[in-house]
């Protein structure tokens, strides 16, 4: 059911499937937001999928065994468990809904260097033009 829910999300407008947005607030928030994501990719030799997410769109394709080698086990339970995921299918799940995320995540096609502050920090960055 839950790979129905994300092919679903993909043809419906699948950026702004609440799906895709709760993965993207993850992916800001992992260490070191996509810029850690993109290096670990590289090292596990998908990191020409990612660029293609990045400036092409969601188009490249993954199979759900290689999205997980490439988000590591850390950050794959990390979204499992916190986009409450059936583990039988979250893999498959996540193949078709990252793509979708890192794509909304780069619309100028690349990586912001600095990941985004949060709360009063960053509210308070901004205030005195830091950021």
Not at 18 to 47: I, P
Not at 99 to 104: F, L, S
Request: charged share 30%; hydrophobic share 45%.
């Amino acid at each position: 059911m839950a790979i129905g829910l994300a092919r679903k999300a993909r043809r419906c407008g699948g950026e702004n499937s609440k799906l895709v947005q709760s993965l993207m607030r993850l992916l800001r928030q992992h260490d070191g937001g996509l810029t850690a994501l993109a290096a670990r990719f590289d090292a596990e030799g998908c990191g020409e999928a990612m660029r293609g997410w990045i400036t092409h769109g969601a188009d490249n394709t993954m199979d759900g065994k290689t999205m997980r080698r490439a988000l590591g086990e850390r950050l794959y339970d990390k979204l499992v468990r916190r986009l409450d995921l059936d583990p039988v299918d979250a893999a498959q799940v996540l193949a078709e809904i990252v793509p979708m995320a890192v794509n909304r995540l780069t619309p100028d096609g690349r990586i912001d260097v600095e990941p985004e502050r949060a709360g009063v920090q960053g509210w308070f960055a901004r205030v005195v033009g830091a950021v």
